[in-house]
């Protein structure tokens, strides 16, 4: 009789997950309609504005989201593609909350934006709590800067970090054993002390990316290098202040960079609005993939965000 019960059990769940997956295919069908990887937030289909968001410290691949798309740059470049492929996108808002990030993946999201700017499509950089360094960079891109009064900016340097060990390893008795293929090979190691010619290896890497940063920040901003350089030491600072130093171009929230993006690209008012969104499935899936692969949901977006490597070059806010 308990095996019966079981097995009767058994085949109601799966009528039920089955009906549950039939009910949110019909949901994703009826996103794609609208356009691949493109939710529509509002209560009409056609041209609007687009909002791409760059969220936590900027990496290349990240970690996923619900909608399984990956939070780094080439997730990232793969939205702005999508919206640059769709007639209905006449302006993008990129929502930026970022410290920032890796020096190459900054500039990868930097360069895709500008060339849609170069397109004439209209640019618009709503900043959150805090796009600094590397979410200033690729703020910067953009025709158009909305900062929240109280949003941390600036920033606008490069940092290299490796912790000394040194000392530690030798109360404990630890002794690395390296063999490597050449003097510099292990560069930056956390056992041993740099030696000067390789403090200044690094420090031509970072005064070159710096250049670089510089550069691109005067480019998107349309002012001179020399203008930019008094306060591009390193330095944060609120959206106010930014304001005064003509790195952004108004204070305000996310809804005025919207309404800003409408204005730009001649649209009505009540435009429609095409955010990230996920389908009910993807959740699902995203969900059953954390749970199969153990540990919480929490746990593991912490795993992923603290994968860390001594050689990460970083336009980063560390405060």
């Given amino acids: 009789m308990d095996r019966n019960r079981k097995i009767l059990i058994s085949i109601l769940a799966l009528l039920v997950l089955s009906s549950v997956i039939a009910i949110v295919e019909i949901s994703m069908n009826m996103q794609q309609k609208r356009g691949p990887g493109i939710s529509l937030a509002g209560p009409a289909i056609g041209p609007g504005v687009g909002i791409v968001r760059v969220e936590g410290p900027i990496d290349m691949t990240g970690s996923s989201s619900p909608s399984l798309m990956s939070r780094g740059a080439e997730g990232i470049i793969a939205r702005l593609n999508e919206m640059e492929r769709s007639r209905d996108i006449r302006a993008v808002v990129v929502r930026i909350n970022s410290p920032g990030g890796t020096v190459g993946a900054s500039q990868e999201i930097y360069e895709k934006l500008w060339r849609l700017r170069k397109k004439n499509i209209p640019l618009i950089a709503s900043m959150g709590e805090i796009a600094a ?24 340097g490069v940092i290299a970090m490796s912790p000394n060990l040194k000392k530690l390893f030798e109360k404990i008795g630890i002794d690395m054993r390296v063999i490597k293929s050449g003097r510099y090979k292990d560069i930056l190691s956390s ?19 710096y250049r670089k940063f510089l550069k691109d920040v005067a480019r998107g901003r349309a002012m001179n290098e020399s203008d930019i350089q008094p306060i591009a030491d390193g330095r944060v600072m609120s959206g106010e202040t930014a304001l005064k130093h003509k790195l952004v171009d108004m204070l ?38 954390a749970l199969f692969s153990g540990g919480s949901l929490m746990e593991r977006e912490l795993r992923l965000r603290h994968v860390e490597n001594n050689y990460r070059l970083e336009y980063r806010c560390l405060p």
């Fill in 133 to 156: 360094s590397g979410g200033y960079y690729v703020a910067s891109a953009c025709n158009y800067i909305v900062a929240n009064h109280g949003t941390i900016t600036g920033s606008i």
């Fill in 191 to 209: 056992f041993r002390d740099i030696s000067p010619e390789e403090r200044q290896l690094i420090q031509e890497i970072i005064d070159s990316s």
């Fill in 252 to 289: 305000g929230t996310f809804e005025d960079a919207v309404d800003k993006a409408r204005e730009m690209a001649k649209l009505s008012e009540d435009a429609p609005v095409y955010d990230e969104g996920a389908s009910s499935l993807e959740q699902i899936l995203f969900r059953m993939q």
